[in-house]
């Protein structure tokens, strides 16, 4: 049974970087079939997809924000993180990793963590 | 265009069928998914591909698609099945992912 768990600091101060890591079990993150992805979701609201990563390191980003995000992945742990830069109170959400599966015209999004909040405050 | 609507919320009696809807040209070319996401809980795959349901999901909830529509449907709603739905797919890109904004449902 896969399973993921995100680990980090609930608490991060404006204009710092919020650094969290989905530990994954279950499965082998080099095995080169899913995506794995983070999502947040603000408190209250939908649900934004931020981006992904591959087993070898390729990644891809939600437009809106780029510009402050990486995604880096560590096979040796099997994990991968997520930092955000120059973070503002709107950063605030729960924050998800999931793995993205994917086959002709579709992809999927499960397991999911439990989720972790992050709150941007000083 | 890369986003997906959906209704904000929608409400059946007991027993009865629902269906929600997400539109968005993305769906031309890629299924959605759905998730079911209940309060304080993260959110779980109902539907994915065309209509796969994954294990422990009730054959109650289906999906379809036509068009640039996707729908989810709840046939004989259950108590249980009150929660918030999001579909999701693919951008027209291939590359990116886009959520809809998501649809309360309330058994009456």
């Known amino acids: 049974q896969v399973q993921l768990q995100e680990s980090g600091p609930g608490l991060v101060k404006p204009s710092q970087t919020l650094s969290l890591t989905c530990t994954v079990s279950g499965d082998s993150i080099s095995n080169g079939n899913y995506w794995w992805s983070w999502i947040r979701q603000p408190p209250g609201k939908g649900l934004e997809w931020i981006g992904y990563?591959?087993?070898?390191?390729?990644?891809y980003y939600n437009p809106s924000l780029t510009s402050r995000v990486a995604i880096s992945v560590d096979t040796s742990k099997n994990q991968f993180s997520l930092r955000l830069s120059s973070v503002t109170a709107a950063d605030t959400a729960v924050y998800y990793c999931?793995?993205?599966?994917?086959?002709?015209?579709?992809?999927?999004?499960?397991?999911w963590g439990q989720g972790t909040l992050v709150t941007v405050s000083s | 265009s890369s986003e997906l609507t959906q209704d904000p919320a929608v409400s059946v009696a007991l027993g009865q069928t629902v269906r929600i809807t997400c539109q968005g040209d993305?769906?031309?070319?890629?299924?959605a998914s759905w998730y079911q996401q209940k309060p304080g809980q993260a959110p779980i795959l109902v539907i994915y591909g065309k209509n796969n349901r994954p294990s422990g999901i009730p054959d109650r909830i289906s999906g379809s698609s036509s068009g640039n529509t996707a729908s989810l449907t709840i046939t004989g709603a259950q108590a249980e099945d009150e929660a918030d739905y999001y579909c999701?797919?693919?951008?027209?890109?291939?590359?990116?992912?886009?959520f809809g904004g998501g649809t309360k449902v309330t058994v009456l």
């Open positions: 999701n797919s693919r951008d027209s890109s291939g590359n990116h992912v886009v």
């Open positions: 993305s769906l031309r070319s890629y299924y």
């Open positions: 990563i591959s087993h070898s390191g390729s990644t």
């Open positions: 999931a793995r993205d599966n994917w086959s002709y015209a579709a992809s999927w999004f499960g397991p």
